[in-house]
Structures are given as C-alpha cells and as structure tokens.
C-alpha cells in the first residue's frame, strides 16, 4: 500500500472518528478498513451493540473482511458463507441459494437474522431471505459480521439460531472509486459502479449494478433466467460535533426463476417459471452524544418488496373442463405461491453508557411491523399485519481476568403473546493471548406473519355441493413461539508473533416446539364429498423438537510480510436428533438425524506475488445430507451425497497512473469439474467460469 493511500485512510479515520461517536449503528462503525484488522483484535458490535473485541464478546463471532471476500471465489454473497464454520451454503435452483446455520433447513431457511447495515431483510411473508432480490452487490460490502449462536437478546427472535451482519461502504469508506465488469458462465454479465465524495457537511456515495444471466437450459428446453438491477445512496452529515445523521436509500428490480417447470399439458404453453421483484428501502438515523461516554440513538427504516409471477391459465391446470370455473372463483391463482407484497416499518430508540473502567451497558426500545398480501397462502385479497414490541438491555462487567455479558429482552407479538430471552455469558484471561469463554441463555422465535397466518383454501364454483373444494393448508390459532436453551464453551487466541487467530467453540442447543408442516384430518364433509379423492390438509404447529451439539473451529493466518499470505480453516461437526410429526393422521415421524450434514469445511489459501499477481485456493467440503423439502422422505429419497469441491481465482493489478489501476481476475468454480447436486438431486453443479475486470480510480 502506497504512503499516499495510508495518509488518506488514516484521515479518513479521524474526520470519521470526529464527527461520528462509536455507536452500535454509527456509520464510523461501519467505516472500518483493512488497518483495523491488523491491530490486535478487531472490534466488534454484533453481539451485544457495544464495542467488544472478539474476545470479550459473549459469542462466537467469524468477521468476513473485504480481504477474505477479495481473495475468494465467490461472486455472489450467499457464496461467502461457505468461509463461516458450521454454515452451509447451497442453490436451490440457478439463480437462487439459501443459508443455513444448524436449523432443520429447507429452500427457505428460517432461524436466522439477516441485517444490511442493521437494517433487517428478513422477509416475514417467506420466513426467510430471499438472497436473489437483495438490492446490493458483492462490491458494495466492507465486511460481514456472523455471530453464531443465538443472539435474540440483541437482535431479536429472528436471530433464534445466529444473526449475520452485512455492513456496506459507507460514505466514510476510504475506497476508491471503481467500475466493474464481469462475464461467465450461463452468458452472464454484471456491471457494476461505485463513487464517493465530499460535500460541505460529511460524504456521501453512490453504486449502482445491472446483473443478469440466461440460466440453465434444461433437457425440456426450458431455461431459468435471471436479472437484477440496483441503485444505492449513502450520505453523512454532520451539522455539529454532536450530532450524526446517515441516510441509507436503495432500490431494485429484476426477475428469477423458480426452476424447471413446464406445464403438465402442453409443452409449447409460455414459459411459466419467472418470478418478477422490486424491492426499496429507507434508513435513517440519528445519533447525539451526550457526553464523552454517553450516546444516544434513533433510528427508523422502511422497505416495501413486491414479487409477482405469471397468472395460472385453465389449459395448465390438468383438471376437468370446467377447471376455469375454480380458478374464475380463486383468481387470482399464480403458477407459484412465491408471490406478494410486502412492507415493512422499523423503528429503534437506545442509550448507550460508559459507566466506568469495568462496566458499560447499552438499552433500547424496537417496535416493528410487517405487512403482506397473498391470496394463495394468505387466503385473503387483505393486508395481513403482525407487530413486535421488543426492550432489550446488555451490560458488560469486567473485574481482574473475568468478562461477565448479561443480557435481557423481553418481547411482545401481536399474535404469539411475549417472551423473556436471557443471557449470561463469562470470559476469562488465560493469558495475554488467550481467552476461554462460556454462556448459558434460552431464547424464543416469534412465529412469522407466514407462520402464524399460512392457510390455502381452494373454493368451489357455484352448483358444486359445498361452497369450499379442499383446505391445503388451514391457520392454526394456537401457534406458540419456539424455545431453544443453548450451553456452549469456546476460547479464543490470537497470537500477535505468529499472525494467527484461532478461535473454538463447543455447543449444545435443545430446541422445544420447533414450528413444522404436519398433516391434518380434513373436515368430515369433504372426506364424505371426495370418497374417491380423499383431501391431504396441513397444518402449521410445534410439531417438532431436536437438539444439536458439536464443534466448531476457525482458524486465520495473516501476514502483511512481502507475499501477504492468507489462510483460513473451518471445520463444523454437528450431531442432530429428535422428531417431527409429518402426519397425525398415520402418525408418521422424521427421526431429524439425517437433516443436517454432520462435516462442513473450507479453507482459503492466498498468495499476493510481485507485480501485483495474487493466487487464491478455496476448498469446500460438505458430507452427506437429506434437505427438508428436497428430500421429504427419509426411508425412500436418498440423500445428497457429500462433495468435494476447489475453486481458483487468479487476479493481476496494473498501475495505468498514481490513482487508477486496473485488474483482472479469473475465477474457475468447482476446478476439478465433478459434478455434484445441491438441494435438489437435479440441481447439479459443474464447472463454472467468470473473468473479471475492474478499474479503480
């Protein structure tokens, strides 16, 4: 790195570090760079809000930094994942993938809290993220930050099982200004922008990115496209010495696909797969200090997300002639259910204090609200709302060579009644190096607006018998929240003369009225109606209870000697059991023990050779599994068989003048080329090749 560019990002630092107090959302928070990571510990807020280093949190926490992300081979951010130990990352079709963190997972995993910037994705309508729609690049990301564990006494229930953090370049970011074009497999092709710059009152910055890519050509000649466009605005301003306001704007839209499907009559019928989205958001906040260790924080955000996919025509249906009549009285009825509109509200007040040299704390007040309308899997034409009330406090205590952390939050849903997580957690200084940590807490999921309201009823035209033809799915107004107790005992270690960081945890996590699909008796008069047919209904309910335990490891080389050497372990081993009811009716079971792959590993190895030449290694291990959906049943569908795969990303920077540099890159995912399925026993994934060029300026 040239003395010119340490200058600039040591002054972008320090205007940062004035006009913007450490806070848990402040914008200097998220302004960190690389320098950072080559202290002695990095700090963190993810866990509790206030400023920890990794060691003193009361989590296990992996930071992906934008070097990591540099020398990966990922070129999505659902990819990334694959870094964090005990995670799994996988596609469930071309154009969409899905994280999972130690949850019974199935296309859409719930269980996890996913944040922009602090700013909550998660979609209450899906239970989930839909990692496709986001309105953000690779590119736009400083560094991610993964607390695995549960972590609702900061972020509330939908961080049940873990909660990721995905924190933007922000206006202070000290990064150059680039433009970005990629080309790859599937014809993609990417194009992608960033400008920063000064105004009169703080920064601001730009991005914007058009992605898009023609799909898979399936044996039926069908194909599942995809795009995606985006635009986002980033501003600072600082009107007094006290005072911070960030605004956050974004916007997207786009399509994806949902797979391989064709109609069940006639194959030459339009292509009925694509699914459109938009997607915008606001984020404000305002953050006031009021003394030199006292802050505090307000903040609001807002997102509306609209999915649409192509009405189901009567010649699709493969029933009887008079099917226009049902789908004239259901209307409308979309080929998927993976429809909707969506609006979301956030608002956020806390207070954060030093109160002396051992114990500082931070409390808040969050009320949040979502809304949705699906006439398939809402039965309604209505807005369906569900409200959360949550209060929350963390309070770190430190006394000779112990860390105590307790937190509290009490949360309050519309339709689940309130619950009270605790958390305690204790680290101790083994040594100058290294510290051993361990905590105890018990935490709630809220069930989802989906959850809680999921009911499909197919009615019947007129001169039929009854006024309804079949319940699919019928809500259940006895849904109650899912319980974990978790114990887990880690340490800790960085080793300043060795360039390396090590960090273990060990975890056993009891999860009581796990919320699960099961089937139902239909009512009577449609079992006596359709003796022939008889109807299948289910039923959202705390069907379900397992444990997991296992290990987990990190391990992290990094040098800034002359090649830059990187290097980074993973390895999970989690042992699931328990059960779930698939059927009251014939009492069928899920034993659970297959449902989580028991290893996952990875390792990331790069070298930064002269005249700017880096070379990076990504290896990825995945044993076998049977996904939840992709393999309903555990006696009769086989399980995904475990893979292996290695990726190569090679990248070589040419200095055109002091301030401009350009760059190539190319990346070859799964080298070997051995295929292997993911999800679905026919979603196979072979190799696949990009290349890369980017200007900096």
């Known amino acids: 790195m040239s003395f010119i560019n340490i200058r600039r990002t040591i002054s972008s630092l320090s205007v940062a570090f004035i006009l913007c107090p450490l806070s848990a959302f402040c914008v200097a928070q998220d302004a960190l760079s690389e320098l950072d990571y080559l202290t002695e510990l990095p700090v963190t807020f993810s866990a509790t809000r206030l400023p920890q280093k990794l060691s003193e949190a009361p989590a296990s926490i992996t930071i992906i930094d934008r070097r990591m ?127 920063s710059a000064f105004h009169e009152l703080g920064y601001y910055s730009l991005s914007a990115g058009i992605t898009g890519n023609e799909g898979n050509r399936f044996s039926s000649g069908n194909s599942d496209p995809y795009f995606n466009r985006h635009f986002t605005f980033n501003t600072s301003i600082s009107p007094t010495l006290l005072d911070t306001f960030t605004v956050n704007l974004g916007a997207n839209s786009g399509y994806s696909s949902v797979g391989d499907i064709k ?49 189901l025509r009567a010649e699709e249906t493969g029933l009887s002639s008079d099917a226009q009549a049902f789908l004239d009285i259901n209307a409308p009825f979309k080929i998927t259910a993976e429809t909707g509109n969506i ?98 807490s018990r935490a709630f999921r809220m069930p989802s607006l989906l959850e809680s309201n999921y009911q499909t009823t197919i009615y019947a035209p007129e001169g039929y018998p009854l006024p309804v033809y079949d319940y699919s799915f019928t809500k259940n107004e006895d ?37 699960s699909e099961s089937e139902i008796s239909s009512p009577p008069e449609l079992i006596a109606l359709l003796k022939g047919n008889p109807p299948r209904t289910h039923i959202i309910s705390n069907s379900a209870q397992w444990h997991n335990k296992g290990i987990e490891m990190q391990y992290k080389y990094q040098s800034q000697s002359i090649y830059k050497p990187l290097i980074i372990l993973n390895y999970g081993y989690i042992q699931s059991s328990g059960r779930r009811i698939l059927s009251e009716v014939t009492n069928e079971i899920d034993p659970l023990k297959t449902r989580n792959p028991t290893h996952t590993a990875s390792a990331l190895a790069s070298v930064t050779l002269p005249n700017n030449l880096m070379l990076s290694i990504n290896h990825y291990f995945l044993s076998s599994v049977q996904w939840i959906e992709a393999q309903r049943n555990v006696e009769k569908d086989p399980p995904n068989s475990p893979y292996h795969r290695t990726d190569l990303k090679i990248s070589k920077g040419f200095r055109l003048s002091p301030q401009n540099e350009l760059s190539i890159a190319l990346i070859v995912q799964n080298l070997l080329d051995k295929p292997y399925s993911e999800f679905y026993a026919e979603n196979m994934f072979e190799q696949r090749t990009y290349l890369q060029a980017q200007l900096s300026f």
Do not use: C
Request: zero cysteines.
């Open 69 to 195: 992300i540099e020398a990966s081979s990922a070129t999505t951010i659902p990819e990334l994942f694959r870094l964090v130990p005990g995670m799994q990352s996988y596609h469930i079709a071309t154009n969409a993938s899905a994280v999972a963190y130690h949850g019974m997972s199935d296309k859409f995993p719930p269980r996890m809290e996913v944040m922009i910037d602090g700013r909550s994705v998660y979609i209450p309508l899906f239970s989930t993220v839909i990692w496709e729609s986001l309105p953000i690049s690779i590119d736009d990301i400083e560094r991610i930050e993964v607390v695995r564990g549960t972590n609702t006494v900061t972020q509330g229930s939908n961080a049940f099982l873990g909660a990721i953090n995905i924190i933007t370049h922000s206006a202070f970011s000290p990064r150059e200004n680039i433009v970005k074009y990629q080309q790859g497999e599937f014809d993609n092709k990417t194009f992608y922008s960033r400008y």
């Open 263 to 311: 109609s069940t009559n006639d194959p030459n019928l339009p292509d009925p797969k694509r699914r459109e989205f938009e997607t915008n958001y606001q984020y404000l906040n305002w953050t006031r200090q009021l003394g030199s260790e006292k802050e505090l924080q307000v903040s609001y955000s807002h997102s509306e997300n609209i999915f649409d996919a192509r009405l």
């Open 343 to 440: 609006e979301q509200h956030d608002i956020e007040v806390s207070y954060r204090q030093k109160l002396n040299s051992q114990a500082q704390f931070v409390s808040g007040l969050n009320y949040r609200s979502g809304s949705a309308i699906n006439r398939q899997i809402l039965d309604t034409t209505e807005w369906i709302n569900e409200e959360s009330v949550r209060t929350f406090i963390n309070l770190q205590y430190s006394k000779e060579n112990w860390i105590y952390n307790l937190g509290l939050s009490a949360e309050k849903s519309k339709h689940a009644g309130k619950r009270v997580s605790p958390r305690l957690a204790a680290n101790y200084q083994l040594s100058d190096s290294s510290f051993i940590r361990s905590s105890l």
């Open 479 to 515: 849904l109650r929240p899912e319980q974990v107790d978790t114990f887990d005992i880690g340490t800790h270690s960085k080793w300043q003369q060795y360039n390396s960081e090590l960090d273990l945890r060990l975890f056993y996590e009891d999860i009581s009225g796990g919320i």
